[in-house]
């Protein structure tokens, strides 16, 4: 009752699901991803331990196809089920069981799987491949969404939308560098999820998203001195770094923050929309 893209970006070494439904908080059951492992989306009275199950299997080293083979020889219920897997290296499969709900199908190209059940039609798969397959230069988040959106214009679910999530994980992208998950986005009930979708992986990006050293901005006397008078009009108060530091910290715009000699120029233009 859903539909899903799981891909791998071999230029960044990520992995990622990206999945819509009229189901409640689609993003609790279909998505998982282990980086350096794979990805795996389970869906149509989806059987959640192919999640935890597929990827330990990836991670020991078995392709996509063979996840799919192996997951679906142990399950009675396998005819019911749809799946998307993509392993370490990008080789993916897809498995649709001869009882889901039409329209339900699946295909996969280079570095992803593609499937949807209860749709209007196969358009909604081929849309959200070719969507993917034709925006190679996105991120690999951006490419996902992208996907999704062209999915549901061609016609989605046919019982409608109701939520939708997203999550690409990278070996140390996530937050502080302490974490291998670099998005991890839902919402859980909307009446448009994949426009809502975009916006919070907006918002994300705002906060977490990185600018090449190269674009930063030398902080001269000029620039100390506007950032001094911002910042304590803002009520932060005292020597630079310091008020620097904690009305970054307030903004939750520390990951974008290193000293005070540079300063990226996406936080320079927050603080001077504030």
């Known amino acids: 009752m859903t539909y899903s893209l799981v891909a791998y970006d071999s230029a960044a070494s990520q992995w990622g699901v990206a999945t819509q439904s009229k189901f409640l908080a689609v993003g609790s059951v279909v998505p998982w991803a282990r980086a350096g492992a794979g990805a795996v989306?389970?869906?149509?009275?989806?059987n959640p331990s192919y999640g935890p199950d597929g990827l330990a299997l990836l991670a020991a080293g078995h392709s996509a196809t063979d996840v799919v083979e192996m997951l679906m020889r142990a399950d009675t219920g396998?005819?019911?089920?749809?799946?998307?897997?993509?392993?370490?290296?990008?080789?993916?499969?897809?498995?649709?069981?001869?009882?889901?709900?039409?329209?339900?199908?699946?295909?996969?190209?280079?570095?992803?799987?593609?499937?949807?059940?209860?749709?209007?039609?196969?358009?909604?798969?081929d849309a959200m491949a070719e969507?993917?397959?034709?925006?190679?230069?996105?991120?690999?988040?951006?490419?996902?969404?992208?996907?999704?959106?062209?999915?549901?214009?061609?016609?989605?679910?046919?019982?409608?939308?109701?939520?939708?999530?997203?999550?690409?994980?990278?070996?140390?992208?996530?937050?502080a560098g302490l974490s291998d998950v670099l998005v991890d986005l839902r919402v859980d009930d909307h009446p448009t999820p994949i426009a809502e979708l975009?916006?919070?992986?907006?918002?994300?990006?705002?906060?977490?998203?990185?600018?090449?050293?190269?674009e930063w901005i030398t902080v001269d006397a000029d620039l100390a001195a506007e950032l001094t008078a911002r910042l304590t009009s803002l009520?932060?108060?005292?020597?630079?770094a310091d008020a620097f530091t904690r009305w970054a910290g307030t903004e939750n715009l520390e990951e974008r923050v290193d000293g005070v000699a540079r300063i990226d120029p996406v936080v320079l233009a927050e603080l001077r929309a504030r």
């Open 41 to 46: 989306a389970t869906q149509s009275y989806a």
């Open 78 to 125: 396998r005819d019911h089920r749809q799946l998307g897997v993509v392993d370490a290296q990008g080789g993916a499969a897809t498995f649709t069981g001869s009882a889901c709900l039409e329209w339900a199908g699946g295909r996969t190209g280079v570095g992803y799987a593609a499937q949807g059940n209860i749709l209007v039609s196969g358009d909604t798969v």
């Open 131 to 175: 969507t993917f397959e034709a925006a190679g230069a996105l991120p690999l988040a951006d490419r996902l969404v992208a996907a999704l959106a062209a999915a549901q214009t061609a016609g989605g679910d046919r019982r409608g939308q109701q939520s939708a999530a997203l999550l690409v994980v990278e070996q140390g992208g996530g937050y």
């Open 198 to 214: 975009d916006r919070l992986l907006r918002q994300h990006q705002l906060l977490f998203g990185t600018t090449p050293a190269s």
């Open 235 to 240: 009520g932060y108060t005292g020597q630079l």
